[in-house]
């Protein structure tokens, strides 16, 4: 495991890319607001948005995914991946829909329904049939004043501000660029873990 920090003490960078672990990849986001998600009527069944299969689908931190009475036919369930480990955190029984679910911290969700997907009741993670991705997007101006992660994907921000006391987490296969502002107050601090950690391009002071 690789820990690092970045210590800017309230100094502004100007251009920032920071980049780990290189298998990481962009999605081009939806940027939807608050959905209803449902399913395919007949097999091979899928999640829908808007009476359209997904296979993945982009919202906003803070905003709640619905999954509509639709999802009890068929005995279909779900399951929702820990963003972080992958495994399976949390799941509604066949018959307890509607659900909504709030994504309060940015990442990768994977969710699928046990009886028709290839991951059963074991995992969350590489999923096929029944399967989906919601990718859960921070703010573009990005104010951390809560300490929280940052998992599985691509993002794009416009500024990074965090505050004293308080942590950005970075796991995974992530690729994080900022094209505008990063300020790293003096006492916060980023930490990654991953396979490796490619480098920082800025105008500026970073001590690693």
């Known amino acids: 495991m690789i820990f690092w920090k970045l210590t800017v003490y309230r100094h502004f960078l100007n251009i920032f890319i920071m980049t780990v672990l290189l298998n990481g990849f962009f999605l081009q986001s939806l940027q939807a607001a608050?959905?209803?998600?449902?399913?395919?009527?007949?097999?091979p069944y899928q999640f829908t948005n808007g009476g359209l299969p997904i296979a993945s689908v982009a919202i906003n931190q803070g905003d709640t995914v619905t999954w509509d009475s639709g999802?009890?036919?068929?005995?279909?369930?779900?399951?929702i991946s820990d963003p972080v480990s992958g495994n399976c955190s949390q799941n509604f029984a066949n018959g307890t829909f509607p659900n909504s679910v709030v994504f309060s911290n940015p990442g990768w969700y994977q969710i699928h329904s046990s009886p028709d997907s290839s991951c059963g009741t074991a995992a969350c993670t590489n999923c096929s049939w029944m399967a989906a991705t919601i990718v859960v997007e921070p703010p573009s101006?990005?104010?951390?004043?809560?300490?929280?992660?940052?998992s599985n994907g691509g993002y794009n921000l416009t500024s990074l501000h965090i505050v004293a006391?308080?942590?950005?987490?970075?796991?995974?296969a992530v690729t994080l660029t900022i094209s505008g502002n990063v300020?790293?107050?003096s006492g916060a601090t980023i930490l990654g873990s991953g396979q490796g950690f490619a480098g920082c391009v800025a105008s500026g002071t970073a001590t690693f």
């Not at 999802?71 to 779900?78: Q, W, Y």
């Not at 101006?141 to 940052?150: E, K, P, Y």
């Not at 006391?165 to 995974?172: A, P, Q």
């Open 183 to 185: 300020s790293v107050d």
């Open 34 to 43: 608050n959905i209803t998600l449902s399913v395919t009527a007949s097999y």
């Open 165 to 172: 006391g308080n942590s950005l987490t970075i796991t995974g």
């Open 141 to 150: 101006n990005w104010l951390i004043n809560t300490s929280t992660s940052l």
């Open 71 to 79: 999802i009890n036919a068929n005995n279909h369930n779900l399951y």
